[in-house]
């Protein structure tokens, strides 16, 4: 009896002396309690709603909920910097946009660095833009619009959802490429800027499919072109910029979920084959159709093609905002 009790003891003992699990060891039953995914804007918009119809599906896939939290403000920069602070188990994600993790880091100086203190999960979906007018715009196509703009330099006002954004640089880019001159108006939100669109206060828009085609389905807005090589599935009687006169003229706006710097790798596999699951649902995929979204292919889905796809837009449209002296507010 005496020696089965040294034995236990001793047992104890040699135990109390291991050192602790590594991370990525006692990651093996993540996750064990509900996922915070960090939406950097207000409710509403579009990459709220997308994040909304993936965190539903995702659920079933990682038997815990994923809870949506709106933390908004700087371009998107508060709530993803609120990431990258965060303790990297894999329990708080962010779904980050052109905004968040190409534009602020030309626009900003940030805390953090925007592509290397992340972990990529998985791109998501994107949508292009569309060229927009009010109802009463005279033109009735793009050539028209930019010879109207030509005729009335700095007469035009164009709204967007804040400087910085994708709306508000696709505007300084579309002065550049057609020679015209108009003025830039900020708002707290796309969906205010379309307000005034439909009010005729400001004159264009170059707005997200997910805000504004409702509108122009219904007959309020004209809806000039799409930024991309083909048109939308959603809107197929929308020509491309291709086909509407300004060749080349693509910006989309993308979405993609990333992790702080330093989550264990088990943990992103986990994360990125919820999230292709979910991007595979035919339910999700009609939601985000219905938005005008456009689901990655199987392969852009790995954590290895979002890194090389965030470098490569960031070595694009870094020297872009940088020559057109854009400053974040």
């Given at each position: 009896?005496?020696?089965?009790?040294r034995?236990?003891?001793?047992?104890?003992?040699?135990?109390?002396?291991?050192?602790?699990?590594p991370?990525?060891?006692?990651?093996?039953g993540?996750?064990?309690?509900?996922?915070?995914?960090?939406v950097?804007?207000?409710a509403?918009?579009?990459?709220?709603?997308?994040?909304?119809?993936?965190?539903?599906?995702?659920?079933?896939?990682?038997?815990q909920?994923?809870?949506?939290?709106?933390?908004?403000?700087?371009?998107?920069?508060?709530?993803?910097?609120?990431?990258?602070?965060?303790?990297?188990?894999?329990?708080?994600?962010?779904?980050?946009?052109?905004?968040?993790?190409v534009?602020?880091?030309?626009?900003?100086?940030?805390?953090?660095d925007?592509?290397?203190?992340?972990e990529?999960?998985?791109?998501?979906?994107?949508?292009?833009y569309?060229?927009?007018?009010?109802?009463t715009?005279p033109?009735?196509?793009?050539?028209?619009?930019?010879?109207?703009l030509?005729?009335?330099?700095?007469?035009a006002?164009?709204?967007h959802?804040?400087?910085?954004?994708?709306?508000?640089?696709?505007?300084?880019?579309?002065?550049?490429?057609?020679?015209?001159?108009?003025?830039?108006?900020?708002y707290?939100?796309?969906?205010?800027?379309?307000q005034?669109?439909?009010?005729?206060?400001?004159?264009?828009?170059?707005d997200?499919?997910?805000?504004?085609?409702?509108?122009?389905?219904?007959?309020?807005?004209?809806?000039?072109?799409?930024?991309?090589k083909?048109?939308?599935?959603s809107?197929?009687?929308?020509?491309?910029?291709?086909e509407?006169?300004?060749?080349?003229?693509y910006?989309?706006?993308?979405?993609?979920?990333?992790?702080?710097?330093?989550?264990?790798?088990?943990?992103?596999?986990?994360?990125?084959?919820?999230?292709?699951?979910?991007?595979?649902?035919s339910?999700?995929?009609?939601?985000?159709?219905?938005?005008?979204?456009?689901?990655?292919?199987?392969?852009?889905?790995t954590?290895?093609?979002?890194?090389a796809?965030?470098?490569?837009?960031?070595?694009?449209?870094?020297?872009?905002?940088?020559?057109?002296?854009?400053?974040?507010?």
């Open positions: 009896m005496r020696l089965a009790r034995r236990f003891l001793h047992l104890a003992a040699g135990a109390a002396s291991l050192p602790a699990l991370r990525i060891a006692r990651a093996q993540y996750p064990s309690r509900p996922i915070t995914i960090v950097p804007f207000a509403g918009g579009s990459t709220d709603v997308a994040a909304r119809i993936l965190s539903e599906r995702m659920r079933s896939s990682l038997g909920p994923a809870i949506i939290e709106n933390v908004a403000g700087g371009n998107g920069g508060i709530g993803v910097g609120r990431v990258a602070r965060a303790t990297p188990d894999g329990y708080t994600i962010v779904i980050g946009i052109w905004n968040t993790h534009a602020n880091g030309a626009l900003y100086t940030l805390p953090y925007v592509l290397n203190d992340f990529p999960i998985s791109l998501i979906a994107t949508q292009p569309l060229i927009e007018a009010k109802k715009m033109a009735n196509d793009l050539q028209g619009l930019i010879a109207w030509k005729a009335n330099p700095g007469k006002s164009q709204g959802a804040g400087v910085g954004g994708g709306s508000h640089v696709a505007g300084v880019l579309f002065q550049t490429e057609t020679g015209t001159r108009f003025q830039s108006v900020p707290r939100g796309g969906s205010a800027a379309l005034d669109l439909l009010g005729g206060q400001i004159d264009i828009m170059i997200p499919p997910a805000n504004s085609q409702q509108q122009v389905r219904l007959g309020n807005i004209k809806a000039y072109a799409v930024t991309a083909t048109r939308l599935a809107a197929p009687d929308i020509p491309t910029v291709d509407a006169g300004l060749p080349g003229f910006m989309s706006l993308w979405q993609a979920f990333f992790a702080p710097k330093g989550t264990p790798k088990n943990v992103i596999v986990k994360l990125n084959a919820a999230t292709v699951e979910a991007l595979a649902d339910t999700v995929r009609s939601r985000l159709a219905d938005l005008g979204q456009e689901i990655y292919s199987r392969d852009q889905q954590p290895e093609a979002l890194r796809f965030q470098k490569a837009e960031i070595d694009k449209w870094w020297p872009i905002i940088k020559a057109a002296n854009i400053k974040g507010e």
